[in-house]
């Protein structure tokens, strides 16, 4: 599994506009006082205007990734009080139903490349997406490849 340190400063970078220098140790993330630890809580993620409804407990099941982990209050809006992420709406439903599922499925539709880039910025590693999608996932990072090189 890939570390949390390779995508956190650039997940930070965006939820506070600025791009890090790097080496630096990170701060950690600002966790709201007034947000006590209930058993569970239903969360609100806003993604470019769709909104989104979770468990929390549904996303701390991968606490490596982006929305498992403390990470995700850079993104907090206190005065509306939901997630906000300036991402690809259409993508994220399948990120959001990784989390549901366990299994993470690839929409043949979408570019391979945005695809790519959403996975790598909320922290899930392609090496989980289910064997019904693996196939055509794998062709289509093939595809790339020859028409990159
Ligand atoms: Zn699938």
């Given at each position: 599994m890939a570390s949390v340190a390779a995508w956190l400063p650039f997940a930070r970078?965006?939820?506070?506009g600025w791009v890090p220098i790097a080496t630096h140790p990170l701060p950690p993330p600002p966790i709201p006082k007034d947000r006590r630890k209930s058993d569970d809580e239903k969360l609100i993620i806003n993604v470019s205007g769709r909104r989104f409804?979770?468990?929390?407990?549904?996303?701390e099941k991968y606490p490596d990734t982006l929305l498992g982990s403390n990470e995700r209050e850079?993104?907090?809006?206190?005065?509306?009080?939901?997630?906000?992420f300036d991402r690809d709406p259409d993508i994220f439903r399948h990120i959001l139903n990784y989390y549901r599922t366990?299994?993470?499925?690839?929409?043949?539709?979408?570019?391979l490349t945005s695809y790519d880039e959403e996975l790598a910025f909320f922290g899930i590693l392609p090496d989980v997406i289910g064997?019904?999608?693996?196939?055509?996932?794998?062709?289509?990072?093939?595809?790339n490849a020859e028409r990159l090189m």
């Open positions: 970078a965006a939820a506070i409804e979770t468990w929390r407990n549904t996303l850079f993104f907090y809006d206190e005065e509306v009080r939901e997630y906000f366990g299994k993470l499925h690839y929409p043949k539709h979408e570019c064997d019904c999608c693996y196939e055509d996932y794998r062709d289509r990072k093939r595809e």
